[in-house]
């Protein structure tokens, strides 16, 4: 298929306003690495631990409260103005920190927390709407891929660079940096000029705005069901993993394994990703199911206590393996729905992924210490291997589609759009 032989380079050859928000996210993603460093040693500087947990935990909650309304105003108002106004908001935050710099008034630093969580839940579902706006769509695999892979390195390098800086800069500095690069992601961001306005105009923004994405959703049964399998391999498996794995692995292997095992985790993403834009298979959800199965190795390399060489292989396999959904997964649910629905789609997308994750990365430790690793441990390699093959039973799941398959080269039919209105 010609669509897996495109380069990057051909995607944003042409497309500026596709190539302008991806060098804003660039930005975003650049700034917001250095500030998953900083922020936690300036608020350590300034306050206690637990006003750090205050801050982490508002602004997690916040950003789940807004995702749905942000996702309502994406389909009603220009995403880019959304987006460009999310990044404002974000650097409003990291101002307000700095402004409190010396204070010990938890409610000042909770408001700023709040702030961040309301800028984050305002631009990203406007972000992955537009992303899609600006692709066509047998290339959006192509634009998820390379936006996932991109974003990741600096999710990767971003803590590591602050480190270098804060050796000449205070955090209070590296905070004002970090406000200055929200303000030029959002003038890169292209011009809202010429977007189409989705809503009608008449619609006001209320609680059943906000759960037409929810009604449009429920009336694809693969989409249904991809959505419920995110959220219980997040509560029961992933998020326990991210606190397991750094729990289990620097006893057993030392600072050394760990940094090991988190850099191939990083490599194997990044092929994953790599490898999912440009490979576009029959049955994509079939493919990310068994990516996620493989993932269960590393459940089991937690639950025995293997040699470090066995753990970076389970690791790199079950971490490549599940790239693969968030590129097909993404394109397949902004192809399924109307443009018009398109923000609410990603702002469910996201609730899904993210609503459970604090509360299993918060019950890991303390279920773990009750019951064992091993028993918390074995329940995600369940977890991996049979809820996958249960959601292959939704009709549509393995395809990621309402088509059915044909073997015929015609061109593609694109499926109906859900409305849902």
């Known amino acids: 298929m010609t669509g897996s032989t495109l380069t990057a380079r051909g995607l944003?050859?042409?497309?500026?306003?596709?190539?302008r928000l991806w060098v804003a996210q660039l930005v975003v993603a650049a700034v917001s690495g250095v500030g998953s460093?900083?922020?936690?040693?300036?608020?350590?500087?300034?306050?206690?631990?637990?006003?750090?947990?205050?801050?982490?935990g508002a602004e997690t909650l916040s950003t789940l409260a807004a995702l749905p309304v942000g996702g309502a105003l994406a389909d009603k108002y220009p995403r880019t103005l959304l987006v460009r106004l999310g990044y404002l908001v974000l650097t409003g935050s990291s101002l307000l920190l700095v402004v409190g710099a010396g204070t010990t008034n938890v409610?000042?630093?909770?408001?700023?927390?709040?702030?961040?969580?309301?800028?984050?839940?305002?631009?990203?579902?406007?972000?992955?709407?537009?992303?899609?706006?600006?692709?066509?769509?047998?290339?959006?695999?192509?634009?998820?891929?390379l936006i996932?892979?991109?974003?990741?390195?600096?999710?990767?390098?971003?803590?590591?660079?602050?480190?270098?800086?804060?050796?000449?800069?205070?955090p209070a500095s590296l905070l004002i940096g970090k406000a200055v690069g929200f303000v030029v992601a959002a003038c890169v961001v292209p011009s809202a000029r010429g977007e189409a306005r989705l809503g009608t105009g008449q619609e006001k923004l209320s609680l059943r705005s906000m759960a037409a994405?929810?009604?449009?959703?429920?009336?694809v049964p693969w989409v249904v069901a991809g959505s419920l399998q995110t959220t219980v391999q997040v509560l029961l498996a992933f998020a326990p993993v991210y606190v397991l794995l750094r729990f289990v692995s620097e006893p057993r292997y030392g600072n050394v394994g760990l940094g090991l095992i988190l850099a191939i985790s990083g490599v194997a993403d990044l092929l994953g990703t790599i490898v999912?834009?440009?490979?576009?298979?029959?049955?994509?959800?079939?493919?990310?199911?068994?990516?996620?199965?493989?993932?269960?190795?590393?459940?089991?390399?937690?639950a025995v206590n293997v040699p470090l060489p066995v753990f970076c292989a389970a690791i790199f396999i079950g971490t490549f393996g599940i790239a693969f959904h968030g590129v097909w997964w993404y394109a397949a649910i902004n192809r399924r729905f109307e443009p018009e629905l398109r923000g609410r789609i990603n702002a469910l997308?996201?609730?899904?992924?993210?609503?459970?994750?604090?509360?299993?990365?918060?019950?890991?430790?303390?279920?773990?210490?009750a019951v064992g690793v091993s028993t918390v441990a074995m329940t995600g390699f369940a977890v991996f291997l049979i809820v996958p093959l249960l959601a292959l039973l939704a009709p549509?799941?393995?395809r990621y589609s309402d088509a059915p398959l044909t073997k015929t080269k015609a061109p593609v039919r694109e499926e109906t759009p859900v409305t849902g209105l």
């Open 37 to 56: 460093l900083v922020i936690p040693i300036f608020l350590l500087d300034q306050a206690t631990p637990l006003t750090l947990g205050y801050f982490l």
């Open 12 to 19: 944003v050859r042409g497309n500026r306003q596709f190539l």
């Open 148 to 170: 996932s892979a991109s974003l990741g390195i600096l999710a990767t390098i971003g803590p590591a660079i602050g480190g270098l800086l804060l050796i000449t800069m205070s």
């Open 349 to 369: 997308d996201q609730l899904s992924a993210k609503l459970f994750e604090p509360v299993g990365m918060g019950l890991a430790i303390p279920i773990a210490t």
């Open 107 to 145: 409610p000042f630093m909770i408001g700023a927390a709040v702030l961040s969580g309301f800028g984050w839940g305002l631009c990203l579902p406007s972000t992955r709407a537009k992303v899609a706006d600006l692709v066509s769509p047998d290339r959006i695999e192509q634009a998820q891929s």
């Open 276 to 302: 999912a834009g440009r490979w576009k298979p029959a049955r994509p959800g079939l493919w990310a199911c068994i990516g996620f199965m493989s993932f269960a190795g590393v459940e089991l390399c937690l």
């Open 396 to 398: 549509g799941l393995a």
């Open 213 to 219: 994405g929810a009604q449009a959703a429920l009336k």
